[in-house]
């Protein structure tokens, strides 16, 4: 297994919106730190489209970095509107997405289902800030609009996800979706509804600890629900007070049973630490990585860094 670093490095470092030079600066940081895998963003159409012109450039500093981008996102919430063009438009962007994962050689792409089309009275549940990155609300207000038909709403992500699991497989790569709490896919069960409605055998969820244990989700059941249905891990540690998610061994995750279960399901993919905040993340993950290799050592485990 390899221990790779999310998006949420650049995010919580530099807040959002960013600029692709900051994106750029944010890699030869993982670079000195000595990371060598991690994952990559395009944070809505404006950056996304930044990323792919300079992508002749970011291919070199990856090279000259020995940094390999495993997993691309594209976040883009018109991808799941209701209407029809907009969603169009968005599908389009992720081609363009699509080919920019390509040119990076990364083995995955990644999309979400986004909050339903509801008005929400305290902000989304899960949420990018400008100044602070991630936002979670933990006891959203909504008032649901008349009319709302979710048969509509569900039908769309389906379709969506059909249509982006077939540009992946043009590309050779299997599509993740990204389960997160408050939006139209965030439990184990609704994520083994939705890979059976899309059907498509490169459609496969990415397996988020800290999400699932704020669904209060039992992290080591839903590895065994979500067997040979996961083609990522992100890892972070939780409480399910909240949706905070925490560096490895600070909230109530059984590891040592996570990593059990892992090695019996021979599961040789990424673990990308999901956590941050706008000071240096650097410590907990140096911690996480060493409490995860401690863990790994004793089930005859190797873990990369």
């Avoid at 390899?2 to 650049?10: A, C, D, E, I, N």
């Avoid at 305290?122 to 990155?133: F, I, S």
């Avoid at 498509?200 to 999400?211: E, L, M, S």
């Avoid at 890892?235 to 590891?255: L, S, Y």
Wanted: net charge neutral; hydrophobic share 40%; aromatic share 10%.
């Amino acid at each position: 297994m390899r221990v790779s670093v999310t998006y949420l490095y650049t995010i919580f470092r530099y807040g959002y919106p960013h600029s692709v030079e900051d994106t750029f600066t944010s890699l030869q940081e993982l670079h000195k730190l000595g990371f060598h895998f991690l994952e990559m963003e395009g944070l809505g159409p404006g950056h996304l489209r930044s990323l792919y012109n300079r992508r002749n450039a970011l291919v070199k500093l990856l090279e000259d970095s020995d940094l390999h981008v495993h997993n691309f996102c594209v976040v883009d919430r018109d991808l799941v509107s209701l209407d029809i063009a907009r969603r169009n438009l968005a599908l389009e962007r992720f081609k363009m997405g699509a080919d920019l994962a390509d040119t990076l050689g990364c083995d995955t792409l990644h999309i979400a289902s986004y909050p339903p089309p509801v008005r929400y009275l305290d902000g989304t549940p899960y949420r990018l800030d400008r100044k602070a990155g991630y936002r979670f609300a933990d006891h959203p207000r909504i008032r649901i609009p008349d009319g709302l038909d979710w048969s509509l709403v569900w039908r769309a992500l389906v379709e969506s996800c059909q249509i982006c699991a077939d540009v992946a497989a043009q590309h050779g790569k299997t599509l993740l979706m990204e389960p997160r709490v408050g939006e139209v896919a965030a439990s184990v069960d609704s994520l083994l509804r939705l890979i059976e409605h899309v059907g498509r055998p490169n459609f496969k969820a990415n397996f988020d600890t800290a999400h699932f244990c704020a669904q209060r989700e039992n992290v080591c059941l839903a590895l065994v629900k979500l067997r040979g249905r996961f083609a990522n891990i992100h890892v972070a540690d939780n409480d399910p007070v909240n949706t905070e998610h925490v560096p490895i061994g600070e909230g109530i995750i059984d590891w040592d049973e996570f990593f059990r279960l892992l090695k019996l399901g021979n599961y040789d993919g990424y673990l990308g630490l999901d956590f941050g905040k706008r000071r240096s993340p650097v410590p907990a993950y140096r911690r996480s990585i060493a409490y995860m290799q401690a863990i790994a050592s004793k089930l005859n485990l190797r873990l990369e860094v």
